[in-house]
């Protein structure tokens, strides 16, 4: 068995980072090594902990997820982030498309089997939605 693969949860409201590590701690795929509550905190904490896998909320203070995820994948060309909101995938701002994200995934669809497929199509070449 293969070790988990590191998790870092950027959002800025807490019983969503709360729901987040729920769904992670039902699974042996993910482990969360830290959580975050803006771009600015996420960017920092990326730095320390090294994560492969970021969820990373698109509207919050200081510095939004899509500001947050270009500054990620410029320094860490290797990390996947998914985005996370609640825009429908036709709304999502046009910014998504160049801010190095591999994925969206709408927090109503938060799952784990939505992270388990994410994550098996990061490398598919073009931007996933669910």
């Known amino acids: 068995m293969s070790a988990p ?9 807490a019983p969503f ?7 992670l701690r039902r699974t042996t ?3 969360l090594v830290g959580e975050a509550a803006n771009g600015y ?5 990326a730095e ?4 492969v896998l970021v969820l ?3 509207n919050m203070p200081e510095m939004n997820g899509i500001e947050a995820t270009r500054q990620l994948v410029a320094k860490h060309p290797d990390v ?7 825009y429908e995938a ?3 701002p046009p910014e998504v498309a160049t801010s190095g994200a591999r994925a969206y995934l709408n927090k109503e669809h938060l799952g784990a089997d939505s992270l388990r497929r994410l994550w098996a199509e990061r490398d598919a070449g073009e931007f996933i939605s669910d």
């Open 80 to 86: 996947v982030v998914i985005l996370c909101s609640t």
């Open 5 to 13: 693969l590191t998790v870092l949860v950027v959002d800025d409201q």
């Open 48 to 51: 320390e902990l090294d994560p």
């Open 41 to 45: 905190e996420a960017v920092a904490l």
């Open 29 to 31: 795929e993910f482990e």
């Open 17 to 23: 980072r709360s729901a987040m590590k729920a769904v």
């Open 90 to 92: 036709a709304d999502l």
């Open 56 to 58: 990373m909320d698109i």
